[in-house]
């Protein structure tokens, strides 16, 4: 049988990139609370002691809105509040370079109804699921994520108050064809405070073997690198400038599917870069779920101003149960997906989230986690009484 490793990372809410993503996030967040049909496009940059707002926006009220409390309420909230740090949320400088929306761009994506309304951008955008866990997501990024979970909440739910914001995990997966078999590698850096290394790496081990304890995952011959220069204790944007847009592999499907280059954060719905993103993850869920194969992955594509996708490509690398051909009839005739943006924005509920945030997102992957609403399961049994099929896949654990 062949054998083959396969790696993802994830990194943390501290993570420099990630402070500017839930930034980004906020503002939208904000945006949308006070115009569900806001047009946004926030990009954020953080350095030490620094953070900036670039972008555009267009919506009720924005000049209104005091960004700078938004910039520094997420900072205190990732746990940035040690002055010492040299990044902290009563000590950074703020910069708003925010404008107006660009009149050319506004004119593809205001157009009346929801069936009308044009992409917001061209572009191709994939959505992937696989049955190899429960999530419908691949082991190495949703253990990566998971591991991430757990040390957050070690260091804000459990005292762990030697932890700092700032980590990143990866993790190596052996898979024998098309199954998992084991963790090869597990690699986690994480800020601390300036504590003995040794003990540093006996903490952080121990909290992941008991994380991952029930997986059947790790083994003897599992190895484990934690803080492999020795010392990380400058971290956060203190340690390194972060962007808006920068982790769209650990966004999505940790390299295990492709990724069109689009970020998601700090972009409303009409930004296909991240609704049909969403909208074609919400696809193949389904269809792994129903069972129509075991792994999916869908591309689609748009012109910018134009409602209808250019293309729909599906692949189920040889797991599928029924023809690709014809479940990609199915989809391009409307009745069960719309892919239009508009009418997306509309069935996810996009544009006014409950029980939900876009800040959310932007901590932990925007895929595999309850709560979303692309990530219902509602379109199996449509799905399974259109191509008879009487059950679905099991999906392993992790």
């Not at 993503?21 to 904000?30: F, G, P, T």
């Not at 900036?52 to 520094?72: C, H, M, P, T």
């Not at 986690?369 to 999906?395: I, N, Q, Y």
Request: aromatic share 8%.
């Amino acid at each position: 049988m062949n054998q083959h490793i396969f790696t993802s990372e994830a990194v943390s809410e501290g993570h420099p990139d990630k402070v500017a993503d839930q930034i980004s996030d906020a503002i939208l967040d904000e945006a949308l609370r006070r115009d569900p049909n806001a047009h946004v496009a926030a990009e954020t940059f953080v350095g030490p002691d620094f953070a900036a707002n670039l972008g555009e926006l267009k919506f009720e009220g924005s000049d209104s809105v005091d960004y700078e409390s938004i910039v520094r309420g997420v900072v205190r909230d990732v746990g940035y509040d040690r002055p010492e740090e040299r990044f902290s949320w009563d000590t950074l400088v703020y910069e708003n370079r925010l404008s107006a929306q660009s009149p050319d761009i506004d004119l593809g994506v205001s157009r009346g109804s929801a069936e009308e309304q044009g992409a917001g951008d061209q572009g191709m955008m994939f959505g992937y699921a696989t049955c190899e866990t429960p999530e419908f997501m691949p082991a190495p990024i949703a253990v990566a994520h998971r591991l991430i979970r757990r040390f957050t909440r070690e260091r804000k739910e459990r005292g762990q108050t030697w932890l700092r914001p700032d980590a990143k995990s990866q993790v190596s997966a052996v898979y024998e064809g098309d199954r998992l078999v084991r963790l090869s590698t597990i690699v986690l850096s994480h800020q601390t405070e300036d504590l003995p290394i040794e003990r540093i790496r006996a903490d952080v081990e121990e909290i992941i073997r008991d994380e991952l304890a029930g997986t059947g995952l790790v083994d003897n011959e599992t190895v484990f690198r934690i803080n492999p220069t020795g010392k990380f204790v400058v971290g956060g944007p203190a340690g390194d400038s972060g962007l808006t847009g920068r982790k769209i592999i650990v966004d999505s499907y940790g390299g295990s599917a492709p990724h069109g280059g689009g970020a998601f954060s700090g972009k409303d719905p009409s930004k296909v870069d991240r609704s049909a993103a969403y909208y074609a993850r919400y696809v193949a869920k389904n269809l792994v779920a129903a069972g129509v194969a075991d792994r999916a992955l869908l591309e689609v594509s748009y012109a910018i101003g134009v409602a209808r996708p250019c293309s729909l490509f599906l692949d189920f690398f040889g797991t599928g149960r029924v023809d690709e051909a014809l479940v990609v009839d199915l989809l391009k005739n409307g009745n069960l997906f719309d892919f239009r943006p508009g009418l997306i924005a509309r069935e996810l509920g996009l544009m006014k989230p409950e029980g939900w945030s876009y800040r959310q997102t932007a901590n932990g992957g925007h895929f595999g986690r309850p709560g979303f609403p692309w990530e219902r399961l509602d379109k199996v049994d449509v799905l399974r009484d259109a191509f008879h099929l009487r059950m679905a896949t099991t999906s392993s654990a992790t």
